[in-house]
């Protein structure tokens, strides 16, 4: 059964979870949040594997999370040609499909909420 609210509470619990070592260490951090904003994706439909998903109406979406990821792969090769630069332009990219999905799950759960009432 499906309950409003609970998947974006843990999602949001998450990312709080992550804030401080994104401070204090963000190359190191990185893998765990591209995990959780993957996880999210799949969580919401995304199919992160299929180009043509990729050109629908949210590819956007998809490509900055795949623009992040090949970050995070340079980062858990130890490649030096990562730079911070690259690091925070990630963080970024998952920060902004992390707001979207949340503002999307949050318009959905409030339909299912005025659907059931």
């Known amino acids: 059964m499906y309950e409003p609210g609970l ?5 949001e619990s998450q990312w709080q979870a992550l804030e401080d070592d994104l401070r204090t260490d963000p ?3 990185l893998p765990e949040l ?3 904003v993957a996880r999210m994706l799949q ?3 995304y199919e992160l594997t ?3 998903v990729s050109e629908g109406d ?4 998809v490509a900055e999370y795949l623009a992040g990821h090949e970050v995070v792969d340079a980062v858990e090769r ?5 730079s911070p630069g690259d690091v925070a332009a990630a963080i970024n990219g998952y920060r902004a499909v992390f707001d979207h999905l949340v ?5 959905t759960d409030a339909q299912l909420d005025a659907e059931e009432t």
């Not at 998947?7 to 999602?11: A, G, P, S």
């Not at 130890?78 to 990562?82: A, L, M, N, P, Y």
């Not at 503002?103 to 318009?107: E, L």
């Open 34 to 36: 591209d995990r959780l």
């Open 103 to 107: 503002a999307t799950r949050a318009s």
């Open 58 to 61: 949210e590819r956007e979406i």
């Open 43 to 45: 969580e919401s439909g």
């Open 7 to 11: 998947d974006r509470h843990e999602w």
């Open 27 to 29: 190359a190191h951090a």
């Open 50 to 52: 299929d180009p043509i």
């Open 78 to 82: 130890d490649s030096d040609e990562v």
